[in-house]
């Protein structure tokens, strides 16, 4: 069984503050996939982010950034000089290759909150 | 925009109503996904079709139903309804199994 779970429940930081929202999963596949998936509050969600197991090399994008460290099970997602935009619900996920979308398993989602 | 499209966006109905949920998935793309957003049991998924077959059910209850067309379009009709099912409903797609979900705007559904 696939299991993520996202303890933060909600996090407010200052604008600029840098924030690190954590994700560690269970899984017992030895293969599988990573998502970040963004909610603003419009509530569309935004994809942001696949990793493969295989590629354990952490992955920057702008101001984003994710940590992936298969010892630990976790993928960590840091946002750099947070920005009012950036509040949102994070939504951590986990799916097996093999299996496709149908057995993507989401957290519970970490709100985050920018104080401007 | 990912280029998956939802309608309508907003939908208020009484209980024990029928409706129904529309989407297309982006050009190209012919995977369909349907997933529920609720307070209590977060995003679950429902549902996929692949090129107007159903490929795999998740958590779906019985008075849900739905289908892809040949437009590749896809409908989720929710009958019988209850407070419960009082959720946001996303569409999703993507060209194969294995690719990145994206997701639509959602239908957010009120059942009073």
């Known amino acids: 069984a696939q299991k993520v779970t996202q303890a933060q429940t909600e996090i407010s930081v200052v604008e600029k503050e840098d924030v690190t929202l954590d994700c560690v999963y269970e899984t017992r596949d030895t293969t599988y996939y990573l998502f970040w998936y963004k909610q603003p509050p419009s509530g569309e969600l935004v994809f942001l982010i696949r990793?493969?197991?295989?590629?354990?090399q952490n992955e920057i994008s702008g101001r984003y950034s994710w940590n992936f460290q298969k010892s630990t099970s976790s993928f960590n997602f840091t946002i750099t000089a947070s920005q009012v935009v950036d509040s949102a619900v994070y939504f951590c996920a986990l799916s097996p290759p093999n299996f496709g979308n149908e057995k993507l398993t989401f957290g519970t989602g970490t709100r985050l909150t920018i104080i401007p | 925009d990912s280029g998956v499209t939802q309608t309508p966006k907003h939908l208020i109905t009484a209980t024990g109503q029928r409706v129904t949920l529309r989407c297309s998935p982006r050009s190209g793309d012919l995977s369909v996904y349907w997933y529920q957003q609720s307070l209590d049991q977060g995003l679950q998924f429902l549902i996929q079709y692949y090129n107007g077959e159903e490929r795999a059910k998740g958590n779906i209850l019985e008075r849900f139903s739905a289908q892809q067309f040949p437009d590749l379009h896809s409908e989720l009709n929710l009958s019988s309804l209850e407070l419960g099912d009082s959720a946001l409903y996303f569409c999703?797609?993507?060209?194969?199994?294995?690719?990145?979900?994206?997701f639509g705007n959602g239908t957010r559904l009120t059942v009073t």
């Open positions: 990793r493969n197991s295989f590629d354990e």
């Open positions: 999703a797609s993507s060209p194969g199994q294995s690719s990145p979900l994206h």
